[in-house]
């Protein structure tokens, strides 16, 4: 089946800093590409969606600025945390799309000090 | 406001016993998708229904699509304590980048 990966699956960093992460589909070229954040026991919530190429679509509320999105090819997609605080710290997931299906990554479980 | 309604949102129940879990909307989606995650993982997809009215069967879960493709439910019959986990509804609109519409999120939990 089609596998998607994220790295790091975990980091900690001090306020201030950046963070990127990093999203691949293995065995498969995405189409799109998704990024969602998660708080403890709710449901995923839509950050953006990318497509190779071109710029990042945000959802409403998410700062650009903040959450950068490179989708440099049809299997890599990063999203970088800039000048990250502790109310950054969350669980992002990535999905990527082909033929309008989902594969969900692992997560990366962010934590800012 | 959340496009899809996902009820209840925890549930806690002993090992054997059934239960519903419900989604809901005023739209009409193309598909819908049910998930389940683990802590600390990402979301695994359990089942998709397409069809209006479309009754899926996974072991002990089954699946319904509504016929207006508005809703859907997903039934365990005889929980087991392996069957705790976040259980999320999604729905495909039918947009061209496949954005899935998330409901809130079932947290069950089943003691042994």
């Known amino acids: 089946g089609a596998v998607v990966s994220q790295h790091p699956s975990w980091v900690i960093c001090k306020s201030g800093t950046s963070v990127k992460i990093e999203c691949r589909s293995l065995?498969?070229?995405?189409?799109?590409m998704f990024w969602y954040r998660q708080f403890p026991k709710q449901s995923l919530m839509l950050m953006a969606t990318s497509n190779e190429g071109s710029k990042a679509t945000y959802e409403q509320g998410v700062e650009k600025d903040k959450f950068l999105i490179n989708h440099a090819s049809l299997t890599l997609s990063t999203l970088t945390v800039t000048s990250a605080h502790p109310e950054d710290s969350s669980f992002y997931i990535c999905?990527?799309?082909?033929?309008?299906?989902?594969?969900f990554g692992p997560g990366t479980r962010l934590t800012v000090l | 406001t959340q496009l899809l309604e996902q009820s209840p949102q925890f549930l806690s129940i002993q090992e054997g016993e059934n239960l519903t879990v419900y989604c809901n909307s005023s739209s009409v989606f193309s598909s819908l998708q049910w998930y389940r995650q683990e802590p600390g993982e990402g979301p695994v997809l359990l089942v998709t229904?397409?069809?209006?009215?479309e009754v899926k069967k996974l072991k002990r879960l089954t699946f319904q699509f509504g016929d207006a493709r508005k809703d859907s439910s997903l039934h365990i019959t005889a929980a087991q304590p392996g069957d705790t986990g976040l259980y999320l509804c999604?729905?495909?609109?039918?947009?061209?980048?496949?954005?899935?519409?998330f409901g809130r999120g079932t947290q069950l939990t089943v003691w042994p």
């Open positions: 999604a729905g495909d609109r039918g947009s061209t980048l496949g954005r899935l519409y």
């Open positions: 229904v397409v069809t209006g009215g």
């Open positions: 065995d498969f070229q995405a189409t799109t």
């Open positions: 999905s990527a799309s082909i033929y309008n299906e989902q594969f």
